[in-house]
């Protein structure tokens, strides 16, 4: 008896099949089988499956003597003919991962479960991206006693992530019904209402693959008759439950076909005609007339919008609130304020409060606006268009000016008030290269800007341009510009080629060596970097200013990463990060100033000097004690021995940096102790541009600075933003404004139902403005905390996974809670009553602040930038300074 039999149904899919049954074959469990169960296929599955047959002893074929219409009936056959105690199903089009079967027969015999489910992934194959399936449901590995303890559940309807135990199917007579679609559906349905211990893994166990023209059930939307087919599940879905005494489950299960069912069709609903959209209101209607109220109450506030609109057959508006659905979620084309509430078109209902969605509450450069193409036409070289331009929410101010942005260029337009609160515009343009073209307003008074998509009709035939062509994309059907490859000359493809193959981290690192060898210094060539090239800031900014200041002789550049030239000013000598003249720069300048590391394998050429001036001190362990290094990997340890080699100078912002930062990056060079350049503007209060302009800040509202640091295991993922920000925006939204400061390396994209509430600042040039306009800050384990403890207003600290933090994820020196100069707290609710009793709380922590700062910041004067220029640089130290203050130590005397 095989440890585990999965079985692979198909229908006419001979050229897929191998591909399945081998993913099954090549399991890490060795003990299986594989049932082909044959839905009466005409192709040429029988030779295809007897080939396998004959390759491998461990499959077996059944073949059913009619097509069933479904998959229900073969999945039965696949049953009927397991031998093992454990099945799985497959798709032939599918695959399952190597290690689904071992991972599952594991975690069902360790719980007892009656069966277990794990995570199902979309893998799209015009893409290959992996797209998991509500993660959220798999997040965590647990045992289920019963659907009643996580009714969500029910939104994961697929029994091809599951491993079920045969004999339990059989005692209950579990079987997929034969006579409908969507008979996963049906039988998940009874297998919730019967299970009473069933288990949940976070690994994916099923590769769910996605063909652009792809044949199955699933993806035949289009088809009136699958929408009938999928009402006609639910509906048999409900009865079971209710047949199994289970009917306070129905308003569960119904909330998943209004949440995901329903969208299935919604999503795609603009690209339909008319006549598609009545007759899909009319089939799914009456099922949603049979939903309780507190169903829609407890979905999204558009998907309850297009409910009420299937409710009351209002087509043409069905179009349009659909088309908001996905994307970046079109405005509406009109809107009403009434009592504090926003409600979605002219209609004053429950259903069509869009509340939340917080549309009417964004600061103006956030503001929705939308624009309607209603007529489009090109004359060869460009193209003329007239759009309509709806302002539901009543934002544009009474001056303004407009325009549309293709690429990096604008137009300038001139839209016309049509007398119904809209405008209408007559635009022309001639794009050349990919782009996707908006209409923005900018506000006179002060300069903020607001730019959306240009909505087209979905079936707009493409605009054939030199060079490009013009048509709509995506289910919203927005207007986009796609360059023509082909248009591209053979000689300059030929060129592009030839440069990218000369172009290697190889080559150029090969190229740099020899160049450092030949090409002599320049003793007044600096080269600047701060944080890996993203921008002009922090202590090597603050060093570029005061060298500026005194006019020395030094002609200084920046390194700027691809994309991020608009982050320095205007006037900065640029190389880009990476490219050659970057390369030839670091070749000659006889000075460099960093923040965190040039790159780490390019040698220092002889007679260089090498600032490093880092970028933070606190209690998070670095260099060799930091994961990513604390290993016994010697490549890169010794990697990062010789690129610390490399520096001559290191800025100490105070001794406990030095007591923790030489040792554990072995640096024994010369080291600054006067402070932080970076902070000197802190210690002089000072701020290089109005925060709360530019980030519109209403008056009157406290400013909260939330700076997490990122997670080493799970860096750019977002997952350093972990207060809950929608519970806070609900009890402080009156009185605070967060100004969310993700770091550097992380990765968050803010809720747009949040922007009211939260400005996301993490392309905001400079973080010390941001300290400087705040009134309290929220951190977690981030040296922005040492920084900030020098303006002496209130800080907390969100620290939830501080155990995690501290014994397995980054490690740190010092106990937080033990030093912190603020309020731990590890829930949104305890943040919330922290912020509400703010004064009293920053005054319970005076004896510990003032510990902290003598900790960290005793050295901050305001002028280390002045005194490590005039050290480094050689230039005399000004009359103003203290010749007390100098401190300059060697690393390995500390």
């Known amino acids: 008896m095989p440890d585990c039999t999965v079985v692979v149904i198909t229908y006419n899919d001979a050229e897929r099949l191998p591909r399945a049954v081998h993913s099954v074959l090549r399991q890490t469990l060795r003990d299986l089988e594989v049932v082909i169960a044959d839905d009466a296929s005409t192709d040429d599955t029988p030779e295809v499956a007897r080939r396998l047959m004959l390759g491998d002893p461990r499959v077996r074929y059944l073949r059913r003597a009619a097509n069933s219409g479904g998959c229900g009936a073969p999945r039965n056959d696949g049953v009927e003919a397991a031998r093992s105690p454990y099945v799985m199903f497959l798709d032939s089009d599918d695959e399952l991962p190597e290690h689904a079967c071992k991972s599952l027969l594991a975690e069902i015999e360790r719980t007892g479960a009656e069966f277990v489910s794990g995570q199902i992934t979309r893998l799209f194959e015009s893409s290959g991206a992996l797209r998991p399936y509500y993660p959220s449901l798999f997040a965590r590995r647990r045992v289920v ?28 007579g579990l079987r997929f019904p034969e006579d409908v679609h969507y008979e996963d559906h049906v039988f998940t349905a009874e297998l919730y209402a019967v299970a009473r211990r069933f288990a ?35 509906r048999m879905s409900d009865r079971i439950l209710r047949d199994h005494g289970a009917g306070d489950l129905v308003p569960h299960r119904q909330h998943r076909f209004v949440r995901q069912d329903l969208r299935v069709y919604l999503n795609p609903l603009p690209l339909r005609d008319v006549v598609w959209v009545k007759e899909f209101a009319a089939i799914v209607r009456p099922y949603l007339e049979e939903i309780p109220r507190e169903v829609f109450e407890r979905v999204e506030p ?121 405008y209408v515009s007559e635009v022309t343009f001639t794009p050349s290269r990919t782009c996707e073209p908006r209409i923005g307003f900018t506000r006179t008074s002060d300069g903020h800007t607001t730019t959306d998509r240009l909505i087209v009709d979905p079936h707009l035939e493409p605009i054939e341009l030199p060079g490009c062509s013009v048509r709509a994309e995506g289910y919203a059907a927005y207007l986009g510009v796609r360059s023509d490859p082909a248009a591209r000359s053979l000689a300059r493809r030929a060129g592009k ?44 900014r603050a060093i570029y200013e005061e060298v500026r200041r005194r006019g020395l002789p030094v002609v200084a550049v920046w390194s700027a990463a691809k994309g991020r030239a608009s982050r320095f000013p205007q006037d900065a000598r640029l190389v880009r990060r990476g490219g050659w003249r970057h390369l030839w720069t670091m070749a000659r300048a006889g000075i460099w100033v960093d923040s965190h590391g040039f790159p780490l394998d390019h040698p220092k050429p002889r007679g260089t000097r090498y600032l490093q001036t880092w970028h933070g001190q606190g209690i998070k362990s670095i260099g060799f004690d930091a994961p990513d290094l604390r290993s016994d990997f010697d490549q890169p340890r010794a990697q990062w021995r010789a690129a610390v080699a490399r520096w001559d100078a290191l800025v100490s912002p105070s001794a406990e ?63 350093s933003v972990r207060v809950d920000l929608e519970l806070l925006a609900e009890e402080l939204a009156g009185e605070w404004i967060v ?30 403005d941001l300290m400087t306009a705040c009134d309290a800050l929220l951190t977690d384990y981030s040296s922005v905390m040492c920084d900030f403890a020098i303006t002496g207003k209130p800080m907390l600290f969100y620290i939830d996974d501080w155990d995690d933090y501290r014994l397995s994820e980054r490690g740190v020196y010092h106990d937080l809670p033990a030093i912190a100069p603020g309020p731990c707290v590890t829930t949104t609710q305890e943040l919330v009553a922290a912020l509400r009793d703010l004064p009293a709380r920053h005054a319970s922590y005076a004896a510990r602040y003032a510990a902290f700062r003598e900790l960290w910041c005793a050295e901050e004067r305001g002028d280390a930038a002045e005194r490590i220029v005039a050290d480094f640089f050689g230039a005399p130290l000004e009359e103003s300074a203290d010749p007390s203050r100098a401190r300059v130590e060697e690393g390995a005397a500390l």
């Open 145 to 172: 006693a019963g659907i009643r303890e996580d009714p969500e559940l029910f939104l994961d309807s697929f029994t091809t992530n599951k491993l079920y135990n045969v004999a339990w199917l059989r005692r209950h």
């Open 739 to 768: 100004i969310l400061r993700t770091h550097p390396a992380e990765r968050y994209e803010l809720p747009e139902h949040l922007r009211h509430f939260v400005r996301d600042a993490a392309a905001h040039p400079e973080i010390n």
């Open 302 to 422: 558009l998907d309850r919008v297009c409910c009420r609109l299937i409710l009351d057959d209002r087509v043409e508006d069905l179009r349009v609130a659909a088309g908001s659905l996905t994307g970046q979620r079109a405005a509406p084309r009109a809107a009403v304020q009434q009592g504090g509430r926003t409600y979605w078109g002219t209609t004053v209902s429950p259903d069509t409060d869009i509340t939340r969605l917080r549309l009417a509450e964004l600061p103006f450069s956030q503001s929705r606006l939308r624009h309607e193409v209603t007529a489009i036409s090109s004359d060869g070289d460009g193209v003329r268009m007239t759009v309509r331009t709806y302002d539901p929410f009543g934002v544009l101010p009474t001056e303004w000016t407009a325009f549309l942005q293709f690429g990096r260029e604008r137009v300038p337009i001139r839209p016309t008030p049509t007398g119904e609160g809209g």
């Open 497 to 540: 080629w030839l440069l990218r193959r000369c172009s290697t981290p190889r080559v150029k690192l090969r190229a740099y060596k020899l160049l450092i060898k030949v090409v002599p210094r320049r003793p007044d060539l600096a080269l600047f970097e701060s944080d890996v090239g993203k921008g002009c800031t922090g202590s090597p």
């Open 657 to 719: 940096f030095s007591r923790l930062f030489l040792p554990s990056n072995g640096y024994t060079g010369k080291v600054y102790r006067y402070g932080t350049p970076r902070c000197d503007a802190l210690v002089r209060g000072e701020a290089s541009g109005d925060v709360r302009g530019r980030l519109e800040i209403p008056p009157g509202r406290k400013i909260l600075l939330y700076a997490p640091t990122y997670r080493d295991w799970a860096i750019g993922s977002g997952q």
């Open 200 to 234: 949940v893994v976070p690994w994916t166990v099923y590769h769910w693959r996605r063909a652009p023209a792809g044949t199955s059930i699933s993806l035949s939307v289009g088809d009136l008759e699958n929408v009938r087919q999928r009402v006609i599940a639910a």
